[in-house]
């Protein structure tokens, strides 16, 4: 269950529910705030220019009865009481001296203040001070004589915004349940939506398990997005190249058991024809006893440069490398081979351009170009010559394998390095193999991460060129 929750957390799937949360909730949250600020500046900035204008009216009626000079008057009185009333506020008059003339409260009458809004409205300033931590208006606002611009006293009146806080608190109530509800719809539909979104990569993996289930032959696709196309498109490059390689093992694998029945089908021809006559002659007995040791070394060949190949095949770490001079193991391979060659009168050049030492493994490439040489020989006229030169630059030394026998066709130059391929089947009694011989070739040559080439004129000749790093590449 707990590997279960991880796999969700960690999916597409959740992701994109994030996102979408993240995008729904918090503009949604911003957005609340926002309202909730200016609702608050704008009530605020309401009442108190409605304060403002209703003392500013007070004011004139006081400079014009003299209150300052005389606090008695009854109506002016009843106005203070009233306007604290409705207000819920305070009104305290300063004359001259920062003296408190009035207090709505009557606490502070008869006492001195000197603050800095006071001083401020004397120069003709009125202020104005929200306390938003314990939600009052200070307001001041000169007393003057509005025509010869003299200022008599201030007038200090603080009201409260209790109610402007009540309302604002019942809307941010009403905005959070807003909010929860948005909440609660971008996740559900945000969790159907992200559930939409990834359903094309269900599919490609449903596609692949299909066919690894064998439910489906062909290739996959699915083409809702240009990830999912990309992604269906490799596979299928890859399905094709697995594909191909299992048909070249199975087709190798045919091979290798034709090639191997063949000399005992044979066999058990002679040795049948043998057993189901009597009184054989011995002359029949010696010769048929004969093409069956012929038969037994063809099997023996083919098993030997099965292994060999098979050896090849693996790692890179099988390499034994070492520095030697490819001038001598050309020498060697040339003084092993000549007995051979001498049979039909081939003859054997080594031309070496210049002394190259370079690290190799001495028994792969010795295949190598043994193999090379021999079938220059094998594939020879009577009384001709294989000539085999050796150069090199800084990096590469080359060796060249050229015949002077009876060459590739062109529309063979291209399979001779397949195993098991021959170029004329005609030919393969006649001139005995098994077709592995240039397949041994080129993998010794590749792991030393070499490359070779074949030119190849019919009835002419033939060449194969070899580049290998004189320095081996790990
Ligand atoms: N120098 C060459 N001249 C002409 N044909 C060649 C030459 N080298 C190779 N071929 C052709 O390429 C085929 C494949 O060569 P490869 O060496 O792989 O096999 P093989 O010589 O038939 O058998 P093996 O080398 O295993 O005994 C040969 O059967 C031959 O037809
Ligand atoms: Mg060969």
């Known amino acids: 269950m707990k590997g279960k929750n991880y796999k969700f957390f960690k999916s597409l799937r959740f992701r994109i529910l994030i996102i979408l949360v993240i995008i729904g909730i918090v503009p949604s949250v911003i957005i609340e705030k926002g309202i909730l600020d200016s609702y608050e500046d704008r009530a605020v900035s309401l009442r108190s220019s409605t304060v403002k204008t209703q003392c500013d009216i007070l004011c004139n009626q006081l400079v014009r009865q003299n209150y300052l000079e005389d606090t008695s008057s009854e109506v002016i009185n009843g106005e203070f009481a009233l306007l604290s009333n409705v207000y819920s506020g305070r009104i305290l008059i300063i004359n001259k001296d920062y003296e408190i003339i009035k207090d709505t409260y009557d606490l502070e009458k008869g006492k001195t203040i000197i603050s800095q809004e006071v001083i401020q409205c004397f120069k003709g300033?009125?202020?104005s001070q929200y306390d938003r931590r314990n939600n009052y208006i200070e307001?001041?606002?000169?007393?003057?004589?509005?025509?010869?611009?003299?200022?008599?006293?201030?007038?200090?009146?603080?009201?409260?915004?209790n109610e402007i806080v009540a309302s604002l608190d019942i809307l941010e109530q009403k905005g959070f349940r807003l909010l929860t509800v948005i909440i609660v719809l971008v996740l559900i539909f945000g969790y159907i939506l992200a559930g939409i979104l990834v359903k094309p990569f269900a599919r490609v993996t449903k596609s692949i398990e299909d066919l690894t289930d064998g439910y489906l032959d062909e290739n996959i696709s699915v083409r809702d997005y240009t990830e999912t196309e990309l992604i269906t498109d490799a596979f299928n490059k890859m399905l094709t190249r697995v594909k191909s390689l299992d048909d070249s093992r199975q087709e190798f694998v045919s091979n290798v058991s034709h090639e191997l029945k063949t000399p005992l089908t044979s066999m058990k021809v002679l040795a049948d024809s043998l057993v189901g006559q009597d009184n054989v002659p011995i002359e029949l007995y010696q010769e048929f006893m004969q093409d069956i040791t012929d038969e037994i070394d063809r099997e023996n060949k083919i098993i030997t440069d099965?292994?060999?190949?098979?050896?090849?095949?693996?790692?890179?770490?099988?390499?034994?490398?070492?520095?030697?001079?490819?001038?001598?193991?050309?020498?060697?391979?040339l003084k092993r081979l000549r007995p051979i060659a001498a049979k039909r009168n081939i003859e054997l050049i080594l031309e070496s351009f210049r002394p190259v030492n370079a690290q190799v493994d001495e028994v792969k490439l010795t295949l190598a170009i043994s193999n090379l040489v021999e079938n220059g020989i094998k594939y020879n006229k009577d009384n001709g010559w294989v000539r085999v030169s050796l150069n090199a630059d800084h990096k590469y030394f080359y060796v060249t394998v050229a015949d002077s026998g009876m060459g590739i066709p062109k529309e063979s130059i291209d399979h001779i390095f397949e195993r098991f391929y021959r170029v004329d089947k005609s030919h393969s009694t006649e001139i005995g193999g098994s077709g592995l011989g240039l397949s041994i070739t080129r993998n010794a040559i590749v792991m030393h991460h070499g490359a070779i080439k074949v030119y190849s004129e019919e009835g002419e000749g033939t060449t194969f060129s070899v580049r290998i790093p004189i320095n081996h590449i790990v």
């Open 125 to 127: 300033e009125s202020t």
């Open 306 to 333: 099965l292994l060999a190949l098979v050896k090849l095949d693996k790692k890179a770490s099988d390499m034994h490398i070492e520095k030697m001079n490819i001038n001598d193991l050309l020498e060697l391979i």
């Open 139 to 161: 307001m001041t606002v000169p007393i003057q004589d509005t025509e010869t611009r003299d200022i008599y006293g201030v007038m200090l009146i603080s009201i409260s915004t």
